[in-house]
């Protein structure tokens, strides 16, 4: 790894991950000191994405200027990744929605080693917050104070050999069928409620498919689609998103054969992915180690009524 910590090594790859998108898509994006927005609007159940590279050191001053850019894209949906906890957007009718570990694998690492900091805390995070995240103030607009105002790499590298086990199958999703299976996993798997009904190309467009560095893991079950992931390799370090498993195939190995095949085809790369609860204990296994714990913050807050 260079000089960045596993954090920034993190941070850095899923913004990248977001740009290259956006290139090839046509999205409009940014790149600041401290961040990186994209202006996702390709489907409807697309949120403009934004990925806090490095902490701030006026985090009052970046709320502001990130104010300025939705008002400017007229942001009617938001997903904003802090990794360092340092933001508080509940005043303008966000809501942080998730808490997850940002964990970094280091090349070539054994499976399990330990890395990083002292145990229960990340090296370069803040300590846990609370399960139910900051105090959310009254909801209130992005921009303006009110809510209704607010509308709407590297080198191409060769396919990898097929990961086989008596019970799980894991390859390169290179052709048509085996990329429509992907997406509708990964859809299935989280599940995604605003990518339904599914429709081919509405997650992972079909210009998403020749993006250098990117590659698309496939796993069968008994010869059915049972998990799906994507890897973005950045140069440096290889991020894994969308680790999804259907339901019927869960507690059989499928993750991590999935994970495993990932790995061995980028054996000179650090690896990089942001944990969910029910994932974070395979991924320790694999020698994955939290770097900090990452807020989610939401636009527009989830509307409680009594």
């Given at each position: 790894m260079d000089g960045r910590s596993g954090l920034e090594l993190a941070n850095d790859n899923a913004a990248t991950h977001w740009l290259a998108m956006a290139g090839v898509l046509g999205w409009e994006s940014r790149t600041a000191d401290g961040y990186t927005a994209v202006r996702c609007e390709g489907d409807p159940g697309d949120s403009h994405r934004v990925v806090i590279t490095r902490r701030p050191a006026d985090a009052a001053a970046l709320t502001r200027e990130l104010l300025s850019l939705f008002r400017d894209w007229e942001t009617g949906s938001l997903s904003l990744e802090d990794p360092y906890g340092v933001l508080d957007l509940s005043g303008h009718g966000c809501e942080s929605a998730l808490a997850m570990p940002v964990m970094?694998?280091?090349p070539d690492g054994p499976v399990g080693g330990p890395v990083g900091g002292p145990a229960g805390r990340p090296p370069d995070g803040p300590p846990r917050?609370?399960?139910?995240?900051?105090?959310?103030?009254p909801a209130r607009g992005l921009v303006d104070g009110s809510a209704e105002n607010l509308v709407g790499g590297p080198s191409a590298a060769p396919p990898v050999a097929p990961v086989r086990s008596p019970a799980v199958s894991v390859e390169q999703a290179l052709v048509e069928e085996d990329l429509a299976l992907l997406e509708r996993v990964v859809v299935q798997g989280f599940p995604m409620p605003g990518r339904m009904p599914l429709r081919r190309g509405r997650l992972f467009p079909a210009a998403l498919d020749a993006l250098d560095g990117r590659r698309a893991w496939l796993a069968r079950r008994g010869g059915e689609a049972a998990g799906a992931c994507v890897s973005w390799d950045d140069g440096t370090a290889v991020g894994l998103y969308?680790?999804?498993?259907?339901?019927?195939?869960?507690?059989?190995g499928v993750a991590r054969a999935l994970l495993e095949a990932a790995l061995r085809a980028h054996p000179q790369r650090a690896a990089t992915l942001t944990a969910t609860l029910l994932g974070e204990p395979l991924y320790r296994k694999l020698g994955f180690v939290e770097q900090a714990v990452s807020t989610w913050w939401r636009y527009?807050?989830?509307?409680?009524?009594?």
């Open positions: 970094v694998r280091p917050a609370p399960a139910d995240g900051p105090s959310r103030g969308w680790v999804a498993v259907l339901e019927p195939h869960r507690s059989h527009p807050a989830t509307v409680t009524r009594s």
